[in-house]
C-alpha cells in the first residue's frame, strides 16, 4: 500500500518538476524583469524582451553573468500572442542588433516573428502566431 502512494507521488511530482525546471525561467515576466521593447512600423505588434529570471541553477547563471532575455509578442491591443523558446537565450544587444520581421513583415502564409540573422540562435527566437509551439499554447492559459 505504501509503495503505490510513493509511486503516484512520483508520476504527479516527477512532470511538474520537469516542467518547473525547463519554464520556470521565462513562466513570469512583467515590468520587473523588462530589458527591451520594439513596435513594429504599423503598430500592429510589440515585441518585449524579458530578462531570464534566476528560478533554476543554470538560469541564474543566465541571468547574473549573461544578461540573457526572451521574447514575448503582443499585438496592438497587449494581448499574448506567444514567445520564444525556453532552451535558447542569448543577451538583448545580440537579438535587437539583427533585423526583426514582425508577423506582417514576412512573406508566406506562416506569420511569425523572426530575427533575421546568420547565427544559430535566431530559430529559438522565432514566434508563431498562428501554429504556436506547445510552450506558447501552455503560457496562453495564463495570459
Known sequence: ???????????????????WMILSPTAFFGDFNKAHEQISEDGKY???????LPATP?????WAFEGDVFLVLYDAENNY???SSPFGFTDQYTIFGNDILFPDDAD?????????????FTEGYTIPVKNKNWWSVFYSLFY
Open 1 to 19: 500500500m505504501m509503495k503505490m502512494k510513493k509511486l503516484k507521488l512520483a508520476i504527479v511530482t516527477i512532470p511538474i518538476l520537469i516542467l
Open 46 to 52: 510589440k515585441v518585449v524582451a524579458y530578462y531570464v
Open 58 to 62: 543554470v538560469s541564474f547563471f543566465q
Open 81 to 83: 500572442l506567444g514567445q
Open 108 to 120: 508566406g502564409t506562416e506569420k511569425s516573428l523572426f530575427l533575421n540573422g546568420v547565427n544559430d
